[in-house]
């Protein structure tokens, strides 16, 4: 079956940092892409629901013509536990 992706074309927009609820230390670039991030998909969320039931809007579906099929077998990474192992595999040393 096709891979199938959200694609949004949106820009960055610089905004105060927001302060940390983490005990982890972020720099400020790390700050800077996952805000925008977040603030891009809200967009994409917003565009979403604003085109249902018109023909085409700012966002579309990204369908693959021809799948790798090399990636058939590809599991997604659960990134919080591989953070925690590594977390793990540090103390232990």
Known sequence: SPVSRVVYNGKR???PRSPGASSEIFTPAHEENVRF?????QCVERDLRNQMGSERGLVEEYVEK???PSLKAFKPVDLSDLKRRNTQDAKKS
């Not at 991030?37 to 998909?41: L, P, R, T």
Request: proline share 9%; charged share 10%; no cysteine.
């Open 37 to 41: 991030i977040y603030e891009a998909w």
């Open 13 to 15: 927009s610089g905004g």
């Open 66 to 68: 021809m799948p790798n």
